[in-house]
């Protein structure tokens, strides 16, 4: 079996999969549920449900703020508490939907619940326009990453054109099996979602990038793929960060997406998680929204680690109660995994659609080792996927040289944390550089907004010197 991976850079961390071969369990619905406004990139969410409202699973409670958004839908039923800001996961207070759930468990009439496999082929009335609206209006966004809205995607800018899609099935994450047991357990759902998105973005071709340590999971979807004409499984070697778009990109089809602002699709791919091909699946032949999804709560030291089919809006404690609650030590809990999970500051954290794991680091894997001097070994630069130089960009922002520091392109940087892995002197290579990343593309853009402004000014006092005449 040939296996294929990216060309620069990368580590190999302890993988620790101890729930690979734990089947999922349907987790209880919470006795109250919290759906934040903004569990994707770009505008929140704007509310259209209030203070009392009775919904049930599958009711739309937030509409799209923007091009770039995505709706929210209820995971339960009940009645619309209070809409107030609470704690995300990256620590900051947002507007959010709390809602008290019934007992009764009552679902819009509109979703398809039954288990019966639906063909593209069964249903020739599908264009790639109603695929893409479908997807848009049930608020799917990517499942394994930062949580881009799906539709948009599915449109390339007119500069680019689509020639294939490539599944990110790789979960190169340490500890995280949500998107292993998803493919192990709805296969056939996931291939059926993949000839969607294929037939959306108007291609031929897809591919599946898994890497070798799923053995079973490249076994069943090569044989499942015979049934499906133009999907490929790609054996992938085991190497972090291999789910990284660009690295993807390069491992599956050997092409290397430029610098932003390039992305996946100016080399031809559009890349999709494993989670969102089954999201696109339900949504358009189920007509289910977004609203529930596969999740890891793991760790060394957890009881009963587990992987879970979870309504969004749950709490995090709750979880990793049904696991055994956490142990009795110091503990660090992760929305994600250890590589780039963000470390929460209240269990209250509600599961999103970005949630593909709980990791709970005990003891000393919760603490950070001491920092020292940098002694100049350069396997920063040896590990970063996008051939940066890790500690020249951590010097640049601690130094506040946000002119620089632009220069060496780090807004390149994907925050894998391969670097801050790699360092022997444990220096906080990637916290110091995603502060002078913020920073840079806040300048970026208040650049960009300048530039707007001054374009409509010049525009406006052209047309005001225009003569009379003229203007008629």
């Known amino acids: ?134 997807v848009k209006v049930a608020g799917v966004t990517g499942m394994g990453g930062a949580g881009f809205p799906t539709f948009i995607k599915l449109c390339p800018p007119p500069t680019a054109k689509a020639e294939f899609v490539i599944i990110n099935a790789v979960e190169c994450e340490p500890y995280i099996t949500s998107d292993y047991r998803l493919m192990m357990e709805h296969a056939d759902e996931i291939l059926v979602g993949v000839e969607l998105l294929m037939k959306a973005a108007k291609v031929d071709k897809g591919f599946i990038g898994i890497e070798e340590n799923k053995p079973e999971a490249i076994r069943l979807l090569t044989e499942l793929c015979k049934e499906h004409a133009g999907i490929e499984v790609v054996p992938l070697k085991t190497k972090y960060p291999q789910g990284g778009e660009k690295q993807l990109v390069d491992a599956v089809v050997g092409r290397q997406v430029p610098a932003p602002p390039a992305i996946p699709v100016n080399v031809g791919a559009i890349v999709q998680n494993v989670g969102t091909a089954y999201a696109v699946y339900q949504a358009v032949m189920k007509n289910k929204p977004l609203f529930e999804r596969y999740t890891t709560v793991t760790g060394k030291h957890i009881k009963n680690p587990s992987n879970f089919l979870v309504r969004m809006g749950t709490p995090m404690s709750q979880l990793i109660e049904a696991c055994g609650g956490l142990p009795d030590d110091d503990n660090k809990v992760l929305a994600g995994g250890p590589m780039m999970g963000k470390a929460v500051i209240s269990l209250d954290v509600p599961v999103c659609k970005g949630t593909n794991a709980i990791t709970v680091l005990t003891g000393k894997d919760a603490h950070r080792k001491e920092a020292q001097a940098c002694i100049r070994c350069g396997k920063c630069v040896e590990a970063c996927p996008m051939g940066l130089e890790p500690y020249l960009l951590a010097t640049l922002s601690v130094n506040k040289m946000f002119d620089q520091l632009e220069q060496e392109e780090v807004v390149s940087c994907i925050s894998c944390g391969s670097c801050q892995f790699t360092c022997p002197a444990h220096r906080p290579l990637l916290d110091n550089i995603a502060n002078g990343k913020g920073a840079v593309m806040g300048i970026i853009r208040g650049r960009a907004m300048k530039a707007k402004a001054e374009a409509e000014k010049a525009k406006a006092e052209a047309e005001k010197a225009k003569p009379a005449d003229v203007k008629a």
């Open 1 to 134: 079996m040939k296996l294929h991976t990216f060309k620069i850079g990368g580590v190999h961390p302890e993988e620790n999969k101890i729930t690979a071969e734990i089947p999922t369990k349907v987790a209880e619905l919470p006795k109250q549920a919290i759906f934040m406004l903004s569990q994707h990139i770009g505008a929140p969410a704007k509310a259209v449900v209030q203070r009392g409202d009775k919904v049930k699973v599958g009711t739309l409670l937030a509409e799209a703020g923007g091009f770039v958004s995505a709706p929210v839908y209820s995971s339960v039923s009940g009645t619309v508490a209070k809409i107030d800001n609470v704690y995300d996961a990256t620590g900051y207070r947002k507007p959010a939907i709390i809602i008290n759930v019934d007992e009764e468990d009552e679902w819009e009439e509109s979703i398809d619940r039954s288990d019966t496999l639906e063909t593209l082929a069964a249903h020739p009335e599908l264009t790639s326009e109603e695929i893409v609206n479908r």
